[in-house]
Every structure is written in structure tokens, then in C-alpha cells.
């Protein structure tokens, strides 16, 4: 449940801050340097949390190859 969540907001973080980016890149207002700001850091929440839910993706698929070949050399 928890890789699940986040995967949800790792995603919706990424986009999220990509958007602020996006629109703070091509407006030229006052409110320019705080979209940018806030876009940067969505992203990298977004990065950490997709980095984190990939790594433990990656753990649990090797751990589950190993327990799949050694449940079938024990008889």
C-alpha cells in the first residue's frame, strides 16, 4: 500500500513541478521566481520519492526471483 502511494505521488509531484516550471519559465511576472522555486522542489520531491519506490521495486523483485528458484530446488 505504502509503494503505492508512493508511486501516486511521486508521479503527481513530478508533473506538478514540471507545470510550475513550465509556466513560470514563460511568464515574466512578479510571481516568476517563487513558480520556478516551488516547481524546482515538487520535482525533486518527486524524484526522491520515485527514486525511493523504484529501489525498493527492485529489492522486492530480486528477493522474489531468489524465493521462486529456491521453492523449487528444496525437494
Do not use: C, H, P
Not at 510550475?20 to 519559465?25: V, W
Not at 525533486?44 to 531468489?66: A, D, Q
Amino acid at each position: 500500500m505504502r509503494d503505492a502511494l508512493g508511486l501516486f505521488f511521486g508521479l503527481s509531484f513530478l508533473i506538478a513541478g514540471a507545470v510550475l516550471l513550465y509556466n513560470g519559465m514563460s511568464n515574466a511576472d512578479a510571481s516568476q521566481s517563487a513558480a520556478i522555486i516551488g516547481g524546482a522542489t515538487l520535482v525533486s520531491l518527486g524524484s526522491v520519492l520515485m527514486g525511493t519506490f523504484l529501489r525498493n521495486w527492485s529489492k522486492w523483485r530480486k528477493e522474489y526471483r531468489e524465493y521462486r528458484e529456491n521453492q523449487f530446488t528444496d525437494f
